[in-house]
């Protein structure tokens, strides 16, 4: 079984050969640890790393414009970002649209030549997605991290859409529209390229509750969310949604979009609450902590956690899937600990 066919198997719970992993490097890492550490890794960890062909040394990633230092970026919808740390996208200093006054002549960038934050060349991305295909690996796409609210967000600023929602501000919807339909551009041309999965990533939760009212969320984003959605449903695409934090509040909002997999965070949420409310119910992929155990803890507590939630949540019809985004600060024994642990509990039932 190929380990594309091992995912779609897990996705739709056909009994897999072996909980689907992965381990994401950041790009901030190839700077913060010894590269030959991090290859040595990748070497000994082929589950994690299939493909995994060593560069030539030093290897040097090349950092998005978004997430390059002292080096402020404007993206398409005007907004200002700065990062202090090569490879960690930055924040949004300055918003596009701090007053309505300016809405009427405020322009959506054209998505035949953006995505929302860097250019895209959609030539390029179907002989990618076309060469993925070819290879027998999983087409995966989507929207940029944070598609829409985070993108009014963005645009508006946190404090300034939570008073729009409050108030229900008039011209509000008008900006969704312009996002919505900035979006609906890019789902229709990954479908169009026919892509196994396709990806929603955007943040709503905080370290305890959603960053938005259940109310907002039911009135401003659902309906929008259900939108974009639909025409990948229709299609029988499998619908990929990602959000940090604290969304138990939301999740049955989310998941009657039609959500395929629910990628959260595991002790944010809780372990047991994950259980209770969505095992079975929809493909888990489980973004692993990177808070507390894996960054203070120790390689034992590692183990212990990892083995706790396939105890808990994986079966073997499938339904689970584990994932883990290594950033800098974490110690290189836990790192080690973490790879070995995904690999050991990847069969464990």
Not at 83 to 107: K, P, R
Not at 189 to 194: A, C, E, V
Request: contains cysteine.
């Amino acid at each position: 079984m190929t380990p594309k066919e091992n995912m779609l198997k897990a996705i739709r719970f056909e009994s897999p050969d072996y909980i689907p992993m992965t381990f994401k490097i950041n790009d901030s890492c190839w700077h913060s640890y010894p590269q030959d550490f991090l290859f040595e890794q990748m070497e000994r960890h082929p589950l994690l790393f299939p493909d995994f062909k060593r560069p030539s040394m030093p290897y040097t990633p090349k950092y998005a414009a978004v997430a390059q230092k002292d080096a402020p970026f404007k993206d398409d919808w005007g907004c200002i970002w700065h990062t202090s740390m090569d490879g960690i996208t930055g924040t949004v200093t300055e918003h596009a649209l701090t007053s309505w006054d300016s809405f009427e002549n405020y322009q959506s960038p054209d998505p035949a030549y953006c995505m929302g934050i860097g250019p895209v060349d959609w030539t390029a991305e179907e002989r990618r997605i076309q060469d993925l295909q070819n290879q027998g690996k999983l087409a995966k796409a989507g929207l940029r991290h944070g598609h829409t609210f985070l993108q009014l967000c963005d645009i508006r600023g946190y404090e300034n859409l939570i008073f729009d929602m409050a108030d229900d501000e008039p011209n509000l919807t008008g900006l969704i529209d312009k996002i919505e339909s900035f979006n609906l551009y890019i789902i229709h041309k990954y479908l169009d390229m026919n892509v196994d999965i396709i990806t929603y990533p955007e943040d709503l939760g905080m370290q305890t509750g959603p960053m938005l009212s259940p109310a907002h969320f039911r009135k401003f984003i659902s309906p929008s969310y259900k939108r974009l959605m639909k025409p990948a449903l229709e299609k029988g695409t499998i619908v990929h949604m990602h959000s940090d934090g604290d969304i138990r509040m939301l999740l049955d909002e989310l998941l009657v979009s039609g959500v395929g997999i629910i990628n959260l965070q595991d002790l944010v949420n809780g372990i047991d609450w994950i259980a209770d409310r969505l095992a079975g119910r929809v493909c888990l992929e489980l973004d692993i902590d990177r808070q507390t155990i894996t960054s203070q803890g120790s390689p034992d507590q590692i183990h212990r956690l990892i083995q706790e939630e396939v105890q808990k949540l994986a079966s073997p019809k499938g339904g689970l899937m584990m994932i883990y985004g290594l950033y800098p600060g974490i110690p290189l024994e836990n790192v080690v600990a973490v790879m070995d642990a995904m690999e050991q509990y990847a069969v464990y039932y």
